[in-house]
């Protein structure tokens, strides 16, 4: 076990010091014009990814808000159980996504898709569509980065062996807290307008 530790961690490790930095400020970029057009972003996700994805969204809206450093309005589209299996049960799994965004999502909104192959048909189907209403697409991705990555304006990519779920997973949930760990970081303490209580 120690050694499979071991060597988990060095992976991690050698996974983080790989990555293109600067594509962080690209996404913070996007983040923060959607607040000046007081637009919208939508996050998608399948299994690890879509507890990623409401992870994300909460950090970045009411994690945010309470705080008074942003308020973005952000939705994770895979947290609506009764929606997503409606829309699979009647249509099909591909179309969990793409039928919420449906003559819903605007080209000033911004959609973040999370897949560690890329390929996820209900991911692409989504993002094809945000893309031809010309939304900005942050795609999040793994292994290869399949199709998804094609599609990215702009891509966050974790380059691994096919399967590396968890490497990668691991690092998608770093970006999202490097994200609100910044945000923090750039507002001086205050006292809250709302009681937040800090715990271990």
Avoid at 83 to 98: H, L, W
């Amino acid at each position: 076990m120690k050694e499979f530790v071991e060597l988990y961690i060095e992976n991690l490790r050698k996974i983080l010091l790989s990555l293109d930095i600067s594509v962080i400020e690209n996404i913070k970029n996007a983040i923060n014009k959607t607040e000046e057009l007081n637009s919208k972003i939508y996050i998608i996700g399948n299994g690890g990814s879509a507890a990623t994805a409401s992870h994300m969204a909460n950090d970045l809206s009411i994690g945010l808000k309470i705080r008074e450093i942003k308020n973005l309005d952000v939705e994770s589209l895979s947290d609506n159980s009764s929606v997503c299996t409606a829309i699979a049960n009647d249509i099909g799994y591909e179309n969990i996504f793409y039928a919420q965004l449906k003559h819903k999502i605007k080209k000033e909104d911004l959609l973040i898709a999370i897949s560690c192959s890329g390929n996820s048909i209900n991911i692409v189907k989504a993002t094809t569509y945000a893309k031809e209403v010309g939304t900005t697409i942050v795609g999040i991705t793994g292994f290869s980065g399949g199709k998804l990555k094609e599609l990215s304006d702009i891509n966050f990519h974790v380059e691994t062996p096919k399967g590396e779920y968890g490497l990668v997973e691991d690092v998608h949930m770093i970006l999202d807290h490097i994200l609100y760990s910044y945000y923090v970081s750039q507002k001086p303490k205050t006292k809250y307008n709302y009681t937040v209580e800090e715990h271990d």
